[in-house]
């Protein structure tokens, strides 16, 4: 029953989204706004455990391939793959369900329990799609980019161990890395990239703004989003995998 | 002119407004009095549609609040201003652009008029040299006068303020009534004010709306409320035994008792004989 609510209001919400903007320019400089907040915010949490999750799959992949059947350069191929498949979006989107999503429930639920979305409200603004829109789009724009910047920084990190640790020399590295690449991977993550956004910034969004109470209430509703959208994330990635590979 | 008819209110089986009418006049200071609890804030929600009546009607001006459809609302709410009783400053911005913030959205002024509007504004509630700081700031004083300065900017034909001087010193209290009262006068609005500081009602209070338990109780204006025969609102306004005796000697001033110094210095002595003196008694003892 009380899962059936939730669900309600927050496809509510989500629908309370669609509405026409009181100021275009407004709604513009808000979005901009989230997307620095949002992106800029986050690159360098992302920077860093994308360099070190290439490192740690480039190290352990080369202490699993120790038949010498196995051409070198398949280490390469073995970290792009991993790298651009399940780390790059799945893992990145956890990390960002944490920074992101506490920070969009917290900022709405100090918003909501202040009274700040009332006042909103009474000067005649539609605060969902307000508030919760531009945070919305600007994940959905913001964090696709930042998910293929992780691939990059990861397959970088991996190259970066294999040389350093003289695991394979950095040219039998890159050939692994050209060896039967197929960009449908990177559709995939893609699309990955886009479900977890939505799910990374509408899920927090939801129980921020549906706050009520003081500063304990807002504490556990961030609590609450950021645990539901990880889980909300791995059974996304589940069923994509199921449906898409 | 903002006129309630029999609305009623609840949450989940607990009856908060259990159909009040009203009228609330403009240009007047309308004042929403009640002891905690009793609905008055539940009440003010209700009139600018944050929470949906469960019965009756809220008219502005001729036109039924509760039947507008959500666009026509947003249009009206364009010319309602609201203080809430924590200032609900935005804590991201400046003083200066919390005030501007209705005109960014609202209009399509130039920066320069804009500007100007916002510090004729800030003038008006007498905030100087804060312009550029947070919410968090300045003192609670300042930050009613930001939400005041933020809800008249747009120059609104209503004005709502949920306790605009709860947390404030007597001084600071009657300068926020003050001020409502000019600006209210000034513009013309229809001006409703929660509250239950004694000092505003007595200063302020031009049609008083009593609330008891989420019912209306009494009606009136500051010279008629310490006459009043409620027994609920006496209890209410004369919670304190000093104001039970400055009623008394307001009663004693109004007959005419007390009309000089000497005199009143004969009721200190003596204050019981001289609530129980008659007309004739007053013209023996004076002469
Ligand atoms: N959102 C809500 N959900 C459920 N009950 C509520 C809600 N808001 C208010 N109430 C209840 O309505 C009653 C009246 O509250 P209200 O806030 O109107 O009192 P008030 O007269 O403004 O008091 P105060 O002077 O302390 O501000 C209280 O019993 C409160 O518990
Ligand atoms: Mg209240």
């Given at each position: ?36 907040e ?61 920074v992101v999503g506490s920070k969009i429930a917290s900022e ?138 | ?287």
């Amino acid at each position: 029953m009380k899962f059936f609510s939730v669900l309600g209001n927050y496809l509510l919400l989500i629908k309370g989204m669609f509405t026409r903007p009181e100021n275009i320019k407004m709604y513009w400089k808000e979005l901009m706004h989230q997307c620095v907040e949002i992106g800029i915010g986050s690159l360098g949490i992302v920077s860093i455990i994308s360099v070190f999750m290439g490192a740690v799959s480039a190290a352990q992949t080369a202490y699993q391939l120790t038949n010498p059947l196995i051409p070198k350069s398949t280490l390469g191929q073995i970290v792009r793959d991993t790298v651009i498949l399940e780390f790059a979006p799945t893992l990145v989107c956890i990390v960002l369900a944490g920074v992101v999503g506490s920070k969009i429930a917290s900022e709405l639920g100090n918003m909501r329990s202040t009274e700040q979305i009332d006042a909103l409200e009474i000067m005649g603004i539609n605060t969902k799609s307000y508030l919760v829109a531009p945070k919305i789009l600007a994940a959905l724009i913001t964090i696709p980019l930042l998910v293929v910047i992780a691939m990059f920084l990861g397959i970088w990190g991996g190259r970066l161990t294999s040389t350093l640790t003289n695991i394979v020399s950095g040219d039998t590295y890159d050939k692994g890395l050209l060896d039967g690449f197929s960009a449908i991977n990177v559709y995939f993550a893609l699309a990955k990239a886009y479900t977890f956004a939505f799910i990374i910034s509408s899920i927090p969004a939801f129980y921020g703004y549906n706050v009520k109470g003081g500063a304990l209430e807002i504490g556990r509703a961030s609590t609450t989003a950021v645990v539901t959208s990880c889980i909300l994330v791995l059974f996304a990635d589940y069923i994509l995998a199921a449906l898409l590979l | 002119m903002i006129e309630i008819k029999d609305v009623k209110k609840g949450f989940d089986d607990k009856q908060i407004l259990k159909g009040v009418s009203a009228v609330f006049e403009t240009g007047k200071t309308n004042l929403i009095i009640g002891t905690s609890g009793s609905g008055k804030t539940v009440l003010q929600k209700c009139l600018v549609g944050l929470f949906e009546v469960d019965s009756g009607e809220i008219i502005y001006d001729g036109k039924s609040f509760t039947h507008m459809v959500e666009d026509e609302r947003k249009h009206l709410r364009q010319q309602i201003g609201m203080l809430f009783q924590g200032s609900a400053l935005f804590d991201s911005m400046t003083v200066q652009r919390n005030v501007k913030f209705p005109l960014d959205m609202f209009t399509d002024w130039s920066h320069d008029k804009k500007m100007k509007q916002v510090n004729e504004t800030l003038e008006r509630v007498n905030l100087k040299d804060a312009h550029n700081k947070f919410p968090a700031e300045i003192s609670g004083g300042m930050k009613k006068r930001v939400g005041i300065a933020r809800a008249i900017v747009l120059n609104p034909k209503y004005l709502f303020c949920d306790e605009p001087n709860s947390g404030l010193d007597p001084q600071t209290s009657m300068v926020i009534d003050l001020l409502i009262r000019e600006i209210t006068k000034e513009y013309n609005m229809t001006t409703i004010i929660n509250t239950h500081d004694m000092n505003s009602v007595m200063e302020i209070g031009e049609n008083i709306l009593y609330m008891y338990q989420g019912e209306r109780e009494w009606v009136g204006n500051n010279k008629e409320i310490i006459f009043s025969k409620s027994a609920k609102l006496n209890e209410f306004i004369f919670a304190s035994e000093f104001l039970r005796d400055a009623k008394d000697m307001r009663m004693l001033e109004e007959k005419g008792i007390i009309d000089n110094d000497r005199n009143m210095e004969d009721v200190m002595r003596d204050p019981e004989s001289h609530l129980l003196m008659g007309e004739n008694d007053k013209r023996d003892k004076s002469e």
